[in-house]
């Protein structure tokens, strides 16, 4: 089975700093790696999918991630923060067996300090 | 265009009661998830669907739960004799096909059982 694991529930950072959240995975076949975002009272939208293509993955709002196999890592990163990014964050990883249910980790809220 | 919806947003309810949490995917999405998010358990995976039928039923966490699919669109998913840990949000998403395809997510209903 596959599972994730987000390192920091809560992460602050300071206005226009670097955002740094970090995911680890497990899983015993290749697997299919995303971060969601989740703002106070919505559903969760898609920041950006990691799916074999290229290990630097760009996605919406100026995020990207890495995929890094010998780390098992795929951590979220953002040069400067900007107020609009307080929200929860979401890793989650599937695989393509059966179908691609997701598996989240635990999130990590972020908040940005004026 | 329209995203997934999800009806009704808020659900209160008696234990023992039974409830229906409704889920209008993308059209044309194939793929249909449900997800269960709550404080003590997080983001948890329920069933999934493939057009009508439901080869993963294996995240319902107890008989009392049963969710179906028709016309390959819209989901119903059914809580009978509802308990206080049924108390959660319920998320639904589609995917334009089972494999490769990004889950877009509805804003979920958010059901308490008093």
């Known amino acids: 089975a596959q599972s994730v694991t987000q390192l920091g529930s809560h992460v602050s950072v300071s206005e226009g700093a670097l955002v740094l959240l970090r995911c680890n995975y497990s899983?015993?076949?290749?697997?299919?790696l995303f971060w969601y975002v989740q703002y106070p009272n919505q559903g969760l939208q898609l920041l950006l999918k990691?799916?074999?293509?290229?290990?630097l993955v760009k996605g919406i709002n100026g995020f990207e991630a890495e995929f890094k196999k010998s780390e098992t890592s795929f951590h979220l990163t953002k040069p400067s923060a900007h107020m609009s990014d307080a929200a929860e964050y979401f890793c989650a990883v599937s695989v393509m067996i059966g179908n691609e249910k997701l598996t989240f980790g635990t999130g990590t809220r972020l908040t940005i300090i004026p | 265009g329209a995203g997934v919806s999800q009806s009704p947003s808020n659900k209160v309810t008696e234990k023992g009661k039974d409830v229906e949490l409704r889920c209008d995917p993308i059209s044309g999405h194939t793929a249909l998830y449900w997800y269960r998010q709550s404080l003590g358990q997080g983001l948890e995976f329920l069933i999934y669907f493939q057009g009508n039928s439901a080869p993963d039923k294996s995240g319902l966490p107890s008989d009392r739960f049963s969710a179906e699919r028709t016309g390959g669109s819209v989901s119903t998913l059914t809580i009978q004799r509802t308990q206080q840990e049924d108390s959660a949000v319920y998320l639904c998403?589609?995917?334009?096909?089972?494999?490769?395809?990004?889950?877009?997510f509805g804003p979920g209903t958010r059901l308490t059982v008093t």
């Open positions: 998403a589609s995917s334009p096909r089972p494999f490769g395809g990004e889950q877009y």
């Open positions: 990691y799916t074999s293509a290229a290990t």
């Open positions: 899983s015993s076949v290749p697997p299919y």
